[in-house]
């Protein structure tokens, strides 16, 4: 079975930060474009970083650039998201989510192109 498992969520005051992890079961990230996504309650689902080992493409949204970092860990299958600065509008439910032949350039991949996706994680930034 494919599975994706985002953790590492959780309660944070604003200026702290939090490190989610994705970790993929039953494919290899191989030719894949792992991307986070983030719902906050009553807005879109948003595309905010991707990477994809394979292509050597990382994008970020502007919202998190300079602020948020991803990497790959392809001996471990796991996407880490470094998440800096954070502020009481970086609230939401975090998701990753991956796309077979997906590329993260010229730009992030729509939430519909995503082949698979993970439970998200809440991450709540305090004021």
């Known amino acids: 079975d494919v599975q994706l498992q985002a953790s590492g969520g959780g309660l944070v005051q604003a200026g702290g930060s939090l490190r989610l992890s994705c970790a993929a079961s039953g494919f290899t990230f191989d030719d894949h474009a792992i991307g986070w996504f983030r719902q906050a309650p009553g807005k879109e689902r948003e595309g905010i970083s991707c990477i994809n080992k394979s292509d050597g493409s990382i994008d970020y949204a502007e919202s998190v650039k300079g602020r948020f970092f991803i990497r790959s860990d392809n001996a471990k299958n796991t996407v880490y998201f470094e998440m800096n600065s954070l502020k009481p509008e970086d609230t939401a439910v975090y998701y990753c989510?991956?796309?077979?032949?997906?590329?993260?350039?010229?730009?992030?991949?729509?939430?519909?192109?995503?082949?698979?996706w993970g439970e998200g994680t809440l991450v709540t930034v305090s004021s």
């Open positions: 989510a991956a796309a077979y032949g997906g590329s993260c350039w010229p730009a992030l991949p729509n939430y519909l192109d995503m082949d698979y």
